[in-house]
């Protein structure tokens, strides 16, 4: 019972380090510079061009206009769902 404890704890511990390095590497340079490519911007931009980076890119990925093929639709709503955590991040900036 002891040993079965102990691989318990050690799995938990694991898993948080392996969960808080994850999490970790997701901040910071890397992230706002893949939210940037993901929005086609340059950077340094400015307010309004974040704005009409992710409304051009959500009238060319909106899942509404591939309602005829569901393959495509699919493809589109993991593509509006990136576009959109893009977009979150990088406006957390300019608040």
Known sequence: MRIILIGIIIFVIIYIFLFWRRVKKETGPEK???CIEILGLK??????EVNQAYRDLVNVW???RFVSNPRLQ???EEKIKEINAAYKYIKSFYS
């Open 74 to 76: 699919k493809k589109a």
């Open 43 to 48: 950077p340094g931009a400015s307010q309004d």
């Open 62 to 64: 909106h899942p509404d």
């Open 32 to 34: 706002i510079s893949r």
